[in-house]
T-cell receptor
Framework: AQKITQTQPGMFVQEKEAVTLDCTYD???????LFWYKQPSSGEMIFLIY??????QNATEGRYSLNFQKARKSANLVISASQLGDSAMYFC??????????????FGGGTRLMVKP | GAVVSQHPSRVICKSGTSVKIECRSL??????MFWYRQFPKQSLMLMAT?????????EQGVEKDKFLINHASLTLSTLTVTSAHPEDSSFYIC???????????FGPGTRLTVT
C-alpha cells in the first residue's frame, strides 16, 4: 500500500496566486515526520518544510506553509504568492519514527507545478 | 549549512563497464547514507541504506551484486554500478544523515547514461 500519496500529477497556477499541493499519508507509528521537497529541472532536492507528528502548530517557512490535518492524515503544502521560479516538481515525504536514526524517507509520486506568467 | 556532494554529476559509459559514484558529506559526519534512483518523471525510489563500517541494507528487488555499496568512512559512501546496461540509465541521488541531529541532506545527483 502507498504510504505517501500525491494525487495531483500536474498543476498550473497563475503567478502571484496561492496554490495548494495535496499529500496524504498512511502510518501506524505515532511518531513521524513529514517533509516537502522541491526538485527543479537541475535535479537537486531542495528541502522546503518539515512537520513533526507531535507539533502543535502548522509549520511555516516564508512563502511555504504546511496544512497539517493529523486526523485526516494529510499534509498539504501551501505556496503563497507563486513566482515563476516555483515551477518544479514537488515531493511529499515521510519518515516514520522521528528519533530513529536508521529510518529512511518514503516519497510520494510528486506533483509538477507550473507557474503561468 | 550541511553540504553533500556527489561525483561525478554526469557520466556516460558503455554497456558492460562499471561506474562508481561517490557521495560525500562535507561538513558533518554521516553514519548512515541513502541511495535513491529516479527514472524520468518518476519519484525517488530507495535502493539501499548504507551504514558506515557494515554491510548495506538493500530494498526488495535491488540486486546487491549489481549495485555495490561501500561506506568506508563517516563522510564517504560509494555506489558502483557493475556491468552497466542501458536500463541502468537513471538519476542517482544520495542523501546523508547527520549523526549529530538526524537531519538528512541530499546530494545534487548523478545522471548516468549507459550507451
Amino acid at each position: 500500500a502507498q504510504k505517501i500519496t500525491q494525487t495531483q500529477p500536474g498543476m498550473f497556477v497563475q503567478e502571484k496566486e496561492a496554490v495548494t499541493l495535496d499529500c496524504t499519508y498512511d502510518t501506524s507509528d505515532p511518531s513521524y515526520g513529514l517533509f516537502w521537497y522541491k526538485q527543479p529541472s537541475s535535479g537537486e532536492m531542495i528541502f522546503l518544510i518539515y512537520q513533526g507528528s507531535y507539533d502543535q502548530q502548522n509549520a511555516t517557512e516564508g512563502r511555504y506553509s504546511l496544512n497539517f490535518q493529523k486526523a485526516r492524515k494529510s499534509a498539504n503544502l501551501v505556496i503563497s504568492a507563486s513566482q515563476l521560479g516555483d515551477s518544479a516538481m514537488y515531493f511529499c515525504a515521510m519518515r516514520e519514527g522521528i528519533y530513529n536514526a536508521g529510518n529512511m524517507l518514503t516519497f510520494g509520486g510528486g506533483t509538477r507545478l507550473m507557474v503561468k506568467p | 549549512g550541511a553540504v553533500v556532494s556527489q561525483h561525478p554529476s554526469r557520466v556516460i559509459c558503455k554497456s558492460g563497464t562499471s561506474v562508481k559514484i561517490e557521495c560525500r558529506s562535507l561538513d558533518f559526519q554521516a553514519t548512515t547514507m541513502f541511495w535513491y534512483r529516479q527514472f524520468p518523471k518518476q519519484s525517488l525510489m530507495l535502493m539501499a541504506t548504507s551504514n558506515e563500517g557494515s554491510k548495506a541494507t538493500y530494498e526488495q528487488g535491488v540486486e546487491k551484486d549489481k549495485f555495490l555499496i561501500n561506506h568506508a568512512s563517516l563522510t564517504l559512501s560509494t555506489l558502483t554500478v557493475t556491468s552497466a546496461h542501458p536500463e541502468d540509465s537513471s538519476f542517482y541521488i544520495c542523501s546523508a544523515r547527520d549523526s549529530s541531529n538526524y537531519e538528512q541532506y541530499f546530494g545534487p545527483g548523478t545522471r548516468l547514461t549507459v550507451t
